[in-house]
């Protein structure tokens, strides 16, 4: 079942060219809230070895819930456990034991056992690059498996001020809906911009909060 229905999405290499000029990058890393620590701790040492920087047991950084500065909206989310291991466990180094494989698609239920619920979209890893993307959007022409997909705009007027974000989120969900109701089987979330007047006159609900 699962060699006639699964599809397999491989990790792939991303893209090498760049897409932003210096100034562009500098003024979207701020506008994600990078600062020049996070670039020269965390995404300097994953760019260069291709695995998460490893910090040392001691953080004594407020939670960014008592914080006085204000914080991405990822902060907010942390993990609360103790880890004593060396070296850490992670899928990287404890591959045996761990996996970030997961599977998109529509799940049939566990009590009724068919072929239909091997029709999945098989993925290594929930982190996808550019490549990875288009190929799962490749999967909705019928050849290639006819995942069907439906793309939701999470971006909304600046004008429509801070309240506008509690709107924005209502509608997203309510299309969500929509779509799946109506047949849809994978929901892309995204926040791009289709040219220079929607960039400038609107922003877009975090990610996070979005899913």
């Not at 047991?57 to 989310?77: C, K, Q, T």
């Not at 029709?119 to 022409?141: C, T």
Request: aromatic share 8%.
């Amino acid at each position: 079942w699962m060699k006639n229905q699964r599809k397999d999405v491989k990790k792939g290499s991303s893209p090498v060219d760049r897409i932003y000029s210096d100034e562009t990058a500098t003024f979207a890393q701020s506008t994600f809230g990078w600062g020049l620590e996070d670039i020269g701790m965390q995404i300097a040492d994953m760019a260069g070895s291709g695995k998460e920087t490893t910090y040392s047991m001691g953080d004594d950084a407020p939670i960014s819930v008592l914080s006085e500065r204000p914080h991405v909206l990822y902060n907010y989310f942390k993990q609360r456990f103790a880890q004593v291991t060396n070296p850490p466990i992670d899928p990287l180094r404890e591959g045996v034991v761990m996996s970030l494989a997961m599977a998109l698609g529509r799940k049939e239920s566990i009590y009724k056992v068919s072929e239909k619920g091997a029709r999945l979209i098989h993925l290594e890893s929930p982190v996808l690059n550019g490549a990875e993307m288009k190929e799962i959007e490749s999967l909705g022409s019928d050849e290639n498996g006819g995942f069907r997909q439906s793309t939701i705009s999470t971006r909304y007027d600046i004008a429509d001020g801070p309240s506008g974000i509690k709107d924005a989120l209502d509608a997203v969900c309510n299309k969500a809906v929509e779509e799946v109701r109506d047949g849809a089987e994978i929901v892309i979330l995204s926040d791009f911009a289709q040219d220079q007047a929607s960039l400038d006159s609107t922003t877009y609900v975090p990610p996070l909060l979005a899913v």
